[in-house]
Structures are given as structure tokens and as C-alpha cells.
């Protein structure tokens, strides 16, 4: 995002004890701000997987005739140390698209 530039995962392969991920390059300054708006951290359940995710950003668009958006940063809303369904541990993973 700094470079005004996107990368789109394509493929990922865990193979042995590497990972290739295959991705997509594309150069556009207006989709490069929609980017934390699109990425997002998980928290899953140790025991029933359920899973509650949380973006790290936000696109707020305006309500006039003008191409009014605002982009903010995410509010913090996780779903606490233990899982509301079962009351276990939550793992956390990501950052993902």
C-alpha cells in the first residue's frame, strides 16, 4: 500500500517445510485504500471452531452526490479471552483477504 500497489493472493502451497504463495501485482492508488477495509484477523475456537473476525479498517462512504469516502481505522471489538459458545481458548490468526 505504501507503493501505491495491490497484491491479490492467487495460490497458496504448504509443501514440506516451505510455503509458496503465488500472487497478482496490480497498481492502483484507489483500491490500495480499500486494503484494511478488505484485511481482517480471525479469532477461532479451540474446541468448537467458531470464529469471529475483525477487520482492520473501515470505508465509510458519503452520503452526497460527490465521491464522498472517508477510510478510518478499525474500532477494537473482540469477542474476549474465551469463546462465547463454549467458554475456551481462542486462537488468533491472520492477517488474511
Known amino acids: 500500500a505504501k507503493y501505491g500497489r495491490e497484491a ?6 504448504s509443501i514440506d517445510y516451505y510455503v509458496r504463495v503465488f500472487v497478482r501485482i496490480s497498481d492502483s492508488l484507489a483500491r490500495v485504500k480499500y486494503h484494511a477495509s478488505k484485511t481482517a484477523v480471525v479469532h477461532q475456537c479451540w ?5 469471529f473476525l475483525q477487520t ?9 452526490v460527490k465521491d464522498n469516502q472517508r477510510f ?3 474500532r477494537v471489538a473482540t469477542p474476549g479471552e474465551v469463546c462465547p459458545e463454549c467458554q475456551n481458548r481462542l486462537k488468533l490468526g491472520g492477517p488474511f483477504h
Open 8 to 13: 491479490h493472493a492467487l495460490l497458496c502451497c
Open 47 to 51: 474446541q468448537c471452531e467458531s470464529f
Open 56 to 64: 482492520l479498517g473501515e470505508a465509510v462512504v458519503g452520503e452526497d
Open 72 to 74: 478510518k481505522l478499525a
